[in-house]
């Protein structure tokens, strides 16, 4: 009965094979190569040793092969490093784009919905937007239409998703 316990004891601790080790390593050399591509300005609030930090900021003034083998020496750096709060500290510094770019999606989609005549979002965007103008937006839905039927440039289309995004600022700053 000891016997068995000690081997689901030894096969839940099971050392990691080379494959593992080694796609380990590759992401922590792929995290270091977005280290790298960091601002100095950046990098200088980040929670790394100053070793790994020297090793990055000679990889910015290196091209090709010398560059490939320091991103090597920076991959072989990392281990050492604390990971899981570079990864925090980077996702930190893309989250401002990614919600910008979640808000053109949103506005891509009220531009879409809106051709489409979707009258309970036109509704929606009246209420949340005071400045809201149905009228021009109706104009700027007809037009997109003859222009898509004559298979003329989405003129229209382009100039309702400018509207759509200035009234989303303006709403911002207020």
Do not use: C
């Not at 050392?15 to 390593?25: F, G, T, V």
């Not at 090709?64 to 990971?83: T, V, W």
């Not at 979707?118 to 021009?136: G, I, M, N, P, T």
């Not at 003859?146 to 600022?169: D, G, V, W």
């Amino acid at each position: 009965m000891d016997e068995l316990s000690n081997l689901d004891q030894d096969n839940s601790e099971q050392p990691k094979s080379k494959s593992q080790i080694k796609r380990e390593l590759l992401e922590l050399q792929a995290l270091g190569k977005q280290l790298v591509d960091l601002p100095d300005k950046q990098l200088i609030n980040f929670p790394i040793s100053e070793k790994l930090r020297d090793a990055i900021l000679a990889a910015k003034t290196m091209k090709h092969g010398a560059l490939s083998r320091q991103f090597k020496y920076i991959g072989n750096l990392m281990p050492n490093e604390d990971d899981a709060s570079i990864r925090k500290a980077l996702d930190k510094l893309q989250q401002p784009h990614r919600d910008e770019v979640n808000a053109l999606h949103l506005l891509e989609e009220w531009r879409d919905r809106l051709l489409q005549s979707d009258q309970v979002l036109l509704d929606e965007l009246a209420l949340k937007f005071d400045e809201f103008e149905r009228q021009y937006v109706g104009q700027l839905i007809r037009n997109s239409k003859k222009e898509q039927a004559q298979n003329k440039p989405p003129k229209s289309a382009r100039l309702l998703f400018k509207y759509l995004s200035e009234l989303q600022q303006n709403n911002e700053s207020v």
